[in-house]
């Protein structure tokens, strides 16, 4: 079973998380692939036909990144060309307000993977990747929100 997971990183936060979120479901004996939404073509992954997705954006000028909304949506294009559907979506949102600053730009990015006709079940949470600057690092309390999330996910999809 493979799970793909994307995100749009400048300054390789996002593709920590995405890679620590990974070691989480490869303990479960997935198969996980991670790739930045502007290399990866969404009709690749389409044709893989995983059994989940994550996508990740990063918030930039009070916005979840367009990149990943999207590679969203010409991946729902590509998935219903195939007739085909992935069985669970979740989101995480990389920022560096506190989280609760970004909760409207969080609900979006879920609410758009809800409007993605080809994911079966969406995770209704997004997981807050907070940054300490714009470069990053992650910070503590995000690393540890990783573990619990990345646990809640798999025993949600069970
Ligand atoms: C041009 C620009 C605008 C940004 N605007 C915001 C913002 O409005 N709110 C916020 O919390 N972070 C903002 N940030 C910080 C980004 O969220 C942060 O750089 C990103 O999440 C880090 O992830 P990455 O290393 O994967 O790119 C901004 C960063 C840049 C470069």
New binding site residues.
Partial sequence: MKIWIL?D???????KLAEQLADIFKKMAFEVKIGNVKFVKPAQVAKEAPEGLVVGA?????MASPASKRWLRKFNREQKKRQQAVNFGCCFL????KRER?TLQGKRLVKALQKTTTIKKVFPEWLSGR?ET???PLTKETIKSIQEFGERILSWIK
């Fill in positions: 995100h990183s400048h300054y390789g936060n996002g593709e990063a918030l930039r000028m009070f990389t920022h560096v307000w970004c940054v714009a470069e990053g």
